[in-house]
């Protein structure tokens, strides 16, 4: 996935958001370049987000038009509703999105953004945070060359029990939305597309999500944000006839991910081509969170 296009001036990219995902990760992030350069922010804290541009060098934009006026790019660290008000616009307004998971609360919103997408034909690209660490990519690599017979995984941490990241959406939807994208993906990915998915439990507790592939393989998933923990756990492991394969970020240091994620979205930006992590992958997942949900 990665691109070897040399991108020859940074991507001037405004930033809708100045909670603490945008403050941990994407202006600092795309403030770092080389590739990327943060010119803007908007929030509807003006004072939050002042603040932020004034750490990074950025100007406060009064106005989210006033935020697209001055950038080539948008990238979003808001609740997923915001986000599904806000990206149909940015994308009329001809920028290219980086774009955060869930797409939307809801699949109607998810289904108008990437319809907003692909009618302005703009670059999209979607913030799958560990599909940009090397040991990932190395993983669904070798997952691509195992015939898979049985797979089960989880992403378990606390952070719903307080602190930043104890969200008003988060704490709404639980584990569902904000971390069944990242397994969902994964296991999409390494043992073959999902047809079905069907879930039990308490999303805010922690709920179980049963996968049957279009391969005929059978997958599990747990979640939870509501576990005491004393570093987030995220596992995948495959059984075959020839073994297992396992991945564990245990040992992953996830600062790694960020200048490929920033190197490959300018790369796009700059080449016009969105790369397989754009929004119909989001939606893909909106799709089988969907499902899940109704089960």
Same mark, same amino acid.
């Given at each position: 996935?990665?691109?070897?296009?040399?991108?020859?001036? $940074?991507?001037? *990219?405004?930033?809708?958001?100045?909670? $603490?995902?945008?403050?941990?990760?994407?202006?600092?992030?795309?403030?770092?370049?080389?590739?990327?350069?943060?010119?803007?922010?908007?929030?509807?804290?003006?004072?939050?987000?002042?603040?932020?541009?004034?750490?990074?060098?950025?100007? !406060?934009?009064?106005?989210?038009?006033?935020?697209?006026?001055?950038?080539?790019?948008?990238?979003?660290? !808001?609740?997923?509703?915001?986000?599904?008000?806000?990206?149909?616009?940015?994308?009329?307004?001809?920028?290219?999105?980086?774009?955060?998971?869930?797409?939307?609360?809801?699949?109607?919103?998810?289904?108008? *953004?990437?319809?907003? *997408?692909?009618?302005?034909?703009?670059?999209?690209?979607? !913030?799958?945070?560990?599909?940009?660490?090397?040991?990932?990519?190395?993983?669904?690599?070798?997952?691509?060359?195992?015939?898979?017979?049985?797979?089960?995984?989880?992403?378990?941490?606390?952070?719903?029990?307080?602190?930043?990241?104890?969200?008003?959406?988060?704490?709404?939807?639980?584990?569902?939305?904000?971390?069944?994208?990242?397994?969902?993906?994964?296991?999409?990915?390494? #043992?073959?597309?999902?047809?079905?998915?069907?879930?039990?439990?308490?999303?805010?507790?922690? #709920?179980?999500?049963?996968?049957?592939?279009?391969?005929?393989?059978?997958?599990?998933?747990?979640?939870?944000?509501?576990?005491?923990?004393?570093?987030?756990?995220?596992?995948?492991?495959?059984?075959?006839?020839?073994?297992?394969?396992?991945?564990?970020?245990?040992?992953?240091?996830?600062?790694?991910?960020?200048? !490929?994620?920033?190197?490959?979205?300018?790369?796009?930006?700059?080449?016009?081509?969105?790369?397989?992590?754009?929004?119909?992958?989001?939606?893909?997942?909106?799709?089988?969170?969907?499902?899940?949900?109704?089960?």
């Amino acid at each position: 996935m990665s691109t070897a296009i040399t991108v020859d001036r $940074p991507v001037e *990219v405004g930033l809708i958001g100045a909670g $603490p995902w945008a403050r941990e990760m994407h202006a600092p992030v795309l403030a770092a370049g080389p590739e990327t350069r943060l010119v803007a922010v908007w929030a509807r804290r003006q004072d939050a987000a002042a603040d932020l541009a004034a750490r990074h060098g950025a100007v !406060v934009a009064r106005t989210v038009e006033e935020l697209f006026d001055r950038c080539e790019a948008v990238a979003f660290a !808001v609740p997923p509703s915001v986000q599904a008000e806000l990206a149909p616009l940015a994308a009329r307004a001809g920028r290219a999105l980086l774009l955060e998971k869930p797409l939307a609360p809801t699949l109607n919103g998810a289904r108008a *953004v990437a319809e907003a *997408v692909a009618e302005a034909g703009v670059v999209s690209q979607f !913030v799958l945070s560990k599909r940009y660490h090397p040991v990932t990519r190395d993983f669904l690599a070798r997952a691509a060359r195992m015939t898979v017979t049985g797979a089960r995984s989880c992403y378990l941490h606390g952070a719903f029990l307080g602190g930043d990241f104890a969200t008003p959406w988060r704490l709404e939807h639980g584990a569902l939305l904000d971390l069944g994208p990242h397994l969902l993906d994964l296991l999409d990915a390494s #043992v073959g597309p999902i047809a079905t998915v069907r879930a039990t439990g308490d999303p805010r507790v922690w #709920v179980e999500l049963t996968c049957e592939h279009e391969n005929g393989v059978v997958s599990q998933a747990s979640l939870s944000g509501s576990v005491r923990l004393a570093q987030a756990r995220t596992r995948v492991e495959l059984y075959g006839r020839d073994g297992e394969l396992v991945y564990d970020t245990a040992e992953i240091d996830h600062d790694e991910c960020w200048p !490929v994620l920033r190197r490959e979205f300018a790369a796009a930006v700059r080449s016009g081509r969105s790369s397989e992590l754009d929004v119909r992958r989001g939606l893909r997942l909106q799709e089988l969170l969907e499902q899940a949900a109704a089960r």
